[in-house]
């Protein structure tokens, strides 16, 4: 075994591949080569490092420093200053944001100090498409330990005793759906896994699959001794290539050392682990429909009971479990549920990974103590709103989900806190949104999915989601009605209780949270045709306060339509019929003097030719607006 | 490869656990090598193998090698400085193969600085 001095673990999660990591790989191990280093330094190519807003990221051990944005270019730079000289290059490291203070160690890094890793505890250490690196760190020893030395009751025990939660969405207990289905009796038993991640925004599951392929199978054989099971399947979306590509190298690798197969560990436990690919709808993450369509058939969810554990895949006991569930479960039976419980809280034990999207500096996957406040993870971790704007709320749980404002930001992250804002913990997706987005138009995206992705089996969702965002269309088109907001209200309360499946359940959440916290931009939009972050084209006017104008020609360059008048010195002003409301105006503003104001303010503005007439027209147009 | 044992397990961890100390940042002995102009043209690449050499050798797992630049000493090179957990750096100069070999058998492996080769003790770290 070869002992390099030094390891650079590169970045080959999906983000930073799409930055470029695969040239990097190629450059770095041509550089080294070149400087006959190639038996001292070596190049890893790993999962996602989770970091990957400043991707292609890489961290060179063992002196940890941590590089982002690293192009080709850079690399003879890199060998010959620090892998030859042992001087690390300062302008390829991370700055902090606020005092752009450099931080050479990843450790150090708030983004990385915060987090606490077991889910994704090997990612960027080790090669994901080497299984003699997972065994390194433990690998397939909780399995050796489940398969030798404990009883199927014992492992399902330990798992109840952690208190784990299904990190899928539910967040129904596991070790409770293990012992159901382990006393179903049945020649045949199924265990699954659940990588269809279909949430916008989210991807926790696809990062563990590329970083650690092998913890997936590790957590599987170990729900298989405990239901008494000897086939599984992963069901991947097809949207996943490299996750595909991973797991099935880490399965027949698997197979080859007898880690999966039969007689395993020489015990007489038998167990074959299959991929199926998905086809990319949302629907067919849900339990009943993601069967049917393992099936053959067409996925679509069917009521319950009978529950999978008694009557699954054909009709079989099956137990499905969500990856990142999985990714916990060999931790749990090396160290114990005591170790587990360490963290969390009483309810909500472990951690959670979640992946950070939107207006939010530091975008990517972290991993974190349950019951750590939301204004920890977005400020502390995530680096803030960036640009200078402000944080107007954090939409968790994607489509069934919901949107917490500002004033909720102390809330613990555990499954019992979050729903009762109203939102739910959901797979994971954490979306930030800042004073740019308007609620009504989140509202309206998260309904569009939902109507899209329903599958049309039972009415109140089909029918149900089509009409709210029918009226969710017409609200922001300027052609809503009082009434509107008690109709969006009062069906939702129908779907929700009407629906057959999870997706119809939950569907409504990001309209009754954003009608519960952000109800006056329902209100604006209705009464007085006014969209006040201007997103919604036919409730806006952009017009510029010519006494704050500083006729620094910033919203003239970025105007695509020429419509905006003046010179230096003189206050610029938006010709109403050129304006197309794209908004690039009032975000290139330095001085805050570009206007957004109702539809109304449209003529007004036109017909007014006099500097001073105008001005005092939309103080009186607008004093009757603000509250 | 055929079917794996629980103590194969134990083996294939045992063969890497170099590497894998390294990257967890869990190293005993920290030694640099210098490795400016200076130090390569007097020979530092040298040492550095017969170091590589010597760890691989004797399955050591926690020893961290780094190279750094020109020290100023220009004259001294080649020079190494290892550093033991808790123990002053100790650096080291006009080295060549062979005395790298008595460092990493006397000093990184068994803690006794090799004196008649050390010029300083105590001083810079890497940054
Ligand atoms: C519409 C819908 C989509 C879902 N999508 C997913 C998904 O992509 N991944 C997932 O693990 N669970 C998803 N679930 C939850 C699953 O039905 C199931 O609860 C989960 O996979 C069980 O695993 P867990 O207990 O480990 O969380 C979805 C549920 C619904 C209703």
Redesign the interface.
Same mark, same amino acid.
């Given at each position: +075994?070869?002992?390099? %001095?030094?390891?650079v +673990?590169l970045c080959g999660g999906t983000g930073c591949i799409a930055g470029g990591s695969l040239k990097l790989k190629k450059a770095l191990d041509e550089e080294i080569k070149r400087r006959?280093l190639q038996?001292?330094v070596n190049v890893v190519l790993t999962g996602c490092n989770g970091f990957c807003a400043e991707g292609p990221v890489m961290t060179v051990?063992?002196?940890?420093i941590f590089y982002e944005k690293v192009t080709v270019a850079d690399v003879p730079v890199i060998v010959e200053e620090h892998?030859?000289?042992?001087?690390?290059v300062g302008r390829l490291m991370y700055k902090e944001p606020v005092k752009k203070q450099t931080i050479?160690l990843m %450790?150090e890094i708030p983004f990385f100090s915060l987090q606490v890793l077991r889910a994704l505890r090997n990612k960027g250490?080790i090669d994901a498409e080497k299984i003699?690196?997972y065994?390194? %760190?433990?690998?397939?020893?909780a399995a050796?330990k489940a398969l030798?030395e404990m009883t199927s009751e014992q492992v399902v025990n330990e798992i109840k005793a952690s208190g784990l939660r299904g990190r899928g969405g539910a967040g129904f207990p596991t070790g409770m759906k293990w012992e159901f289905c382990s006393k179903v009796k049945g020649e045949q038993k199924y265990i699954l896994c659940n990588g269809d991640e279909g949430d916008p925004g989210a991807f926790m599951d696809r990062s563990v699959m590329e970083a650690d392929p092998h913890v997936v199978l590790e957590g599987m054989i170990i729900g298989a001794k405990a239901i008494g099971a000897n086939k599984g399947f992963i069901y991947v979306r097809a949207e996943y290539p490299l996750a595909v590509h991973r797991l099935q190298l880490a399965i027949a690798q698997a197979k080859?050392?007898?880690?999966l197969g039969n007689?395993i560990?020489?015990t007489g436990f038998n167990l074959d682990i299959e991929i199926y690919l998905g086809a990319g709808a949302f629907v067919c993450g849900e339990e009943t429909a993601l069967m049917r369509s393992l099936e053959g058939k067409r996925g679509m969810p069917r009521p319950r009971p009978p529950f999978p554990a008694v009557k699954g895949l054909w009709d079989c006991p099956t137990v499905l479990n969500n990856v990142e569930t999985y990714a916990n479960i060999p931790q749990i039976i090396l160290n114990g549920a005591d170790w587990y419980k360490t963290l969390g809280t009483e309810k909500s034990t472990g951690t959670k990974v979640f992946a950070l999207s939107g207006a939010i500096s530091n975008i990517g996957l972290i991993e974190v103590p349950m019951g750590i406040p939301l204004r920890k993870i977005i400020f502390d971790i995530g680096g803030g709103v960036p640009k200078g704007r402000k944080f107007k709320a954090v939409q968790l749980g994607g489509p069934s989900g919901g949107c917490i404002p500002e004033h909720l930001l102390d809330t613990p992250v555990t499954y019992e806190d979050i729903v009762q804002t109203g939102a739910i913990v959901g797979s994971g997706g954490m979306v930030v949104m800042n004073d740019l987005n308007c609620m009504v138009s989140v509202a309206k995206f998260f309904l569009e999915f939902t109507a899209e992705e329903s599958c049309g089996k039972c009415p109140p969702c089909r029918v149900g989601t089509t009409l709210m965002l029918d009226l969710l269309t017409k609200i922001t088109e300027g052609k809503g009605l009082e009434t509107d907001i008690e109709l969006l209200q009062d069906m939702s309360l129908d779907i929700i209780a009407t629906s057959l499946c999870g997706l119809g359940q939950t569907a409504p959440n990001p309209v009754l949270t954003t009608i519960k916290y952000f109800r006056d931009e329902y209100e604006s939009h209705i009464k007085e045709k006014w969209c006040k972050t201007g997103v919604c084209k036919e409730l806006c006017t952009f017009y510029i306060d010519e006494e704050k104008c500083k006729a620094c020609g910033a919203c003239k360059r970025v105007c695509p339509q020429s419509a905006v008048a003046g010179e230096k010195k003189v206050a610029h002003r938006i010709d109403q019929s050129k304006c197309i409301q794209c908004r690039s105006c009032y975000e290139a503003c330095k001085f805050d003097s570009v206007k957004i104001g109702p539809r109304s303010m449209r003529e007004t503005v036109e017909n007014i030719t006099d500097q001073s007439a105008l001005r005092d027209k939309m103080i009186e147009t607008l004093a009757g607006k603000e509250e | 490869?055929?079917?794996? !044992?629980?103590d194969d397990?134990k083996r294939?961890?045992d063969?890497?656990?170099?590497?894998?100390t390294?990257?967890?940042?869990g190293?005993r002995v920290?030694v640099?090598v210098?490795?400016?102009t200076c130090g390569?043209a007097a020979g530092a690449?040298k040492v550095?193998?017969a170091l590589?050499d010597e760890?691989?050798k004797s399955n050591v797992s926690d020893v961290?090698?780094? !190279?750094?630049?020109c020290a100023g000493l220009c004259s001294k090179e080649p020079m190494a400085t290892v550093e033991l957990l808790n123990a002053a750096p100790v650096k080291y100069g006009s080295l060549n193969e062979e005395k790298m070999r008595k460092i990493f058998q006397d000093h990184i492996l068994n803690g006794h600085p090799v004196e008649e080769y050390a010029l300083v003790v105590g001083s810079e770290t890497?940054?």
């Open positions: +075994m070869e002992t390099y %001095r030094t390891s +673990m006959d038996k001292e051990y063992p002196d940890d892998f030859i000289k042992g001087r690390p050479p %450790r250490l003699d690196e065994i390194a %760190r433990d690998g397939y020893q050796a030798t080859e050392y007898g880690l007689n560990f020489g | 490869m055929s079917r794996l !044992t629980v397990l294939i961890k063969q890497q656990k170099a590497t894998f390294l990257r967890e940042g190293s920290k640099t210098h490795m400016g390569i690449r550095m193998e590589l760890i691989n961290a090698v780094t !190279t750094s630049g890497a940054y």
